[in-house]
């Protein structure tokens, strides 16, 4: 298993929290994970990115410059790093803020998914990140749904907890959504 | 029948070595020694203290105390000193410092050390002067006062003014006590003695930081003989730099 | 098993420290290390140990002194400025031989420079920073595991040869996240009790003094000719490094730190490709591996050397190699980005094709 993904939004969209719960539910499922931030000139203008790179052997670089997959939550990740995306790959776009009508790239898998609309119906606004994670992960398979509720356990705080449930029926929407989208 | 015992009134402290200093003729830097010294052998405590030497005249600390000693970069002796005394709450821990490096170059160190109440005892040398380097103004240099590097005398316009530490630090919440004394005559020396001994006791009692400040001659940067080097304490130094304590919090 | 933790490496290094028996820990805010001294702050009173955020980086090394003259193990940490300004302490300590950790998460420069992630403090940490022409042990970490290990070895050696020891990072290894493995520290066998420490222990006559200021005649050039015979030992003794797939290479691809993290996809990448390249990673800056250059040069190979600055680690290897053919491929600090796999896959394709 050699997986990596690159994560971009803006600040407040959760990104670096689904980052770490990724990384880290690689590491319960036994293999290793990096976890790395943008940081420096690349964090300025409220931009949160951050790449996570997985393997069942040990991971060389935390850095990637062509992505096997991305996650694109704002206009602006859209417009910096959807070309960056290996030929072949995967792009996840939040079709609630982007518009793309696939013609930019025919070379790569895409999936729509209305993210910001999906979290509202379940709830809360902020569960656009569980939804696009769900996604991920049902697409890739590089974790199981059950080890980011593992996960998510370990990396959110105690009297957050009571947020469990609804975060959980978001990473399941997320991964419906892209069961259904590959099935039709 | 009477006999006659000769009583010695007069004998070289435990907590110093039988050797000979290095320091010129007519300084001071020996009356401070063995008052330091004294105040070690009063609270028996030479074979726990250490000493933090500085840089300056004063750096050969180790060759006059029979002490442990750490040698410090210029200025650092009080960051030095709360390393050791944080490894070493119970030892009593000392720096010995001229007024180059406590008051220039080590105004940093100085101030945040008594400023987070380490619980040391400083002895701060002024004598106006950097001795060892041949006689520049130092920041405790006196006004129109000639120096190597301020040959037209000390211009407070262009230079500033005597820095008073033992004032500045009396304002810190940290300082427990801070005093300026000198030895210039019998009764002042007696007067210091007492001041040294009671900021060892400062730090014994776990009460602060204790800051001694001692007016002290240089006779040969100053280009006088040591009897009016002596004499230049009086007329010169202690209107600038008045003696007395200016906190005492060990209350 | 032990649990599996998932930090930063710059949380790796100072638990690794801590579990080493560092109880004394003395700093200043910088970007990108402050998660080092919030992190102490928070676990070194649990320990009973303590934790003081200096006025600045030149009293936070001089207390850092000044609690190693007196016997314990203790640590600063910043990023590049503040290095720059702990030099003065870490020559005396060098001249003092006083013992004790720095941790140096890089940052590009010169000047204030950025946040970036950079290697142009190689030179500074493996040639002497400071006055007067001494070494310290430099130790660069490419992962969260080995921030954590090396913080234990890190004190184990300064303590052996009472050689003040740096660990050299950037924000790409301080910054990331990654499994972490703790376990227990153990002391080498062979480390011996400080009896030149300053412990106030009462023993009339046996003064103690740590210093280093020698004006008797010879007596500071045989003190730097008996520093100098330790470094001359560590490099016999204490060389570390790692090879990945050196035994066919035709191509020695070497880099430290962050960018032999990054080397060792484009490495995997180029085999993939049916290139014979490998990989020989300084662990030790200083000292430097020298022998294992020679040795997986020995049969004409050629050297690319990678940096995150303008060439320095490369001197040391043509040094450490004359006849043979190294070339250099890096970025200046602040370039905005790091290189990636990809990039330095190019670099080696050029190299090994011509």
């Known amino acids: 298993m050699n997986h990596d993904v690159y994560m971009a939004g803006f600040g407040g969209q959760g990104i670096l929290l ?66 960056h995306v290996r030929s072949g790959g995967f792009a996840l776009i939040n079709s609630s803020l982007i518009d793309d009508d696939g013609s930019r790239r025919t070379d790569i898998k895409r999936l729509l998914i209305p993210a ?16 696009v994670l769900g996604a991920y992960v049902e697409y890739s398979k590089v974790v199981s749904v059950d080890s980011l509720k593992e996960a998510l356990k370990e990396v959110l705080p105690e009297r957050n907890h009571r947020f469990l449930p609804m975060n959980h029926q978001a990473l399941e929407a997320g991964a419906e959504f892209c069961r259904q989208a590959f099935a039709s | 029948m009477t006999t006659t015992e000769m009583k010695k009134v007069f004998s070289r402290p435990d907590s110093l070595k039988d050797v000979q200093t290095h320091y010129c003729p007519g300084c001071q830097h020996g009356t401070i020694h063995r008052l330091v010294a004294d105040a070690l052998d009063y609270f028996g405590i030479k074979d726990q203290t250490i000493g933090v030497a500085s840089v300056g005249c004063s750096v050969f600390l180790y060759g006059y105390f029979d002490i442990d000693v750490i040698e410090a970069p210029h200025g650092r002796a009080p960051a030095v000193a709360t390393g050791a005394k944080r490894v070493h709450p119970n030892r009593p821990v000392f720096t010995y410092q001229g007024d180059g490096d406590l008051a220039a170059i080590g105004t940093s160190e100085i101030i945040h050390t008594a ?100 007016l002290a001659t ?32 060990t209350e | 098993m032990t649990k599996r933790l998932f930090v930063k490496g710059n949380e790796a290094v100072a638990m690794g420290a801590l579990e080493a028996g560092c109880r004394y820990y003395f700093g200043y805010p910088i970007t990108p290390q402050s998660d080092i001294p919030e992190y102490i702050s928070r676990e070194m009173p649990k320990l009973g140990g303590q934790f003081i955020q200096a006025e600045s980086e030149v009293a936070s090394i001089n207390m850092l002194l000044g609690a190693s003259a007196s016997g314990a193990r203790a640590m600063t940490s910043s990023s590049s400025p503040g290095i720059s300004l702990k030099q003065e302490g870490i020559s005396y300590m060098a001249g003092s031989e006083c013992p004790g950790l720095i941790v140096n998460i890089c940052r590009s420069g010169p000047g204030l420079g950025g946040i970036d992630a950079s290697q142009a403090d190689y030179f500074q940490s493996v040639k002497g920073g400071g006055h007067g022409g001494y070494h310290i042990i430099v130790l660069a970490p490419d992962s969260v595991q080995e921030m954590y290990d090396m913080a234990m070895l890190a004190f184990d050696l300064s303590d052996r040869y009472r050689v003040p020891a740096m660990i050299l990072a950037d924000a790409v290894i301080g910054q990331m996240k990654e499994g972490l493995t703790p376990h227990s520290y153990v002391a080498p066998d062979d480390l011996e009790v400080k009896d030149w420490a300053l412990i106030g222990d009462g023993k009339a006559g046996e003064q103690k003094v740590v210093k280093s200021l020698y004006l008797g005649d010879g007596e500071l050039e045989a003190h730097n000719n008996h520093l100098h015979a330790k470094y001359a030992v560590m490099q016999v003794k204490e060389v570390r490094y790692e090879g990945v ?110």
């Open chain 1, 116 to 131: 910001n609309e999906m979290a509202l119906a379940i709830g809360d606004s902020r569960l656009v990140n569980m939804i």
């Open chain 1, 18 to 83: 689904i980052g770490n719960l990724l990384a880290y539910a690689t590491i319960l499922e036994g293999n290793q994970a990096s976890y790395f931030p943008a940081y420096g000139v690349e964090k300025r203008g409220g931009a949160a990115t951050c790449t996570i790179v997985m393997s069942d052997k040990s991971v060389g670089s935390p850095v990637v410059g062509e992505p096997e997959a991305a996650l694109l939550l704002n206009p602006l990740s859209m417009e910096k790093y959807y070309s």
């Open chain 2, 218 to 249: 240089c006779p040969t940067n100053w280009g006088m003989d040591p009897l009016k080097a002596n004499e230049r304490i009086a007329e010169e130094m202690i209107p600038c730099f008045p003696l007395g304590v200016y906190k005492d919090a």
């Open chain 2, 115 to 214: 400023n987070r109440g380490e619980k040391l005892t400083v002895i701060f040398v002024n004598n106006t002067t950097y001795g060892m380097t041949g006689g520049q103004m130092a920041p405790t240099s006196l006004p129109g006062q000639k120096t190597s590097t301020s040959p037209e005398g000390r211009d407070v316009n262009t230079d500033g003014y005597p820095i008073r530490m033992a004032e500045l630090l009396s304002g810190l919440e940290g300082t427990a006590y801070s005093v300026r004394v000198a030895v210039d005559t019998p009764k002042h020396v007696l007067q210091a003695g007492k001041a040294i001994r009671k900021a060892f006791k400062t730090q014994l009692d776990g009460q602060g930081f204790a800051f001694v400040e001692v």
């Open chain 3, 245 to 354: 797939e050196l035994d066919d290479a035709e191509l020695v691809v070497t880099a430290y730190g962050s960018t032999a993290r990054i080397a060792k996809t484009a490495v995997r990448l180029a085999r993939e490709q049916g290139m014979k390249v490998g990989l020989l990673r300084p662990i030790t800056l200083f000292p430097f591996p020298k022998a294992a250059f020679k040795e997986h040069t020995s049969a004409g190979q050629k050297v690319l050397c990678f940096e995150l600055n303008n060439g320095q680690m490369v001197e040391d290897v043509r040094l450490s190699v004359p006849r043979t053919d190294v070339s250099f491929y890096g970025r200046a600090p602040g370039a905005g980005s790091l290189p990636t796999p990809e990039e330095f896959l190019d670099q080696i394709r050029t190299h090994y094709e011509a």
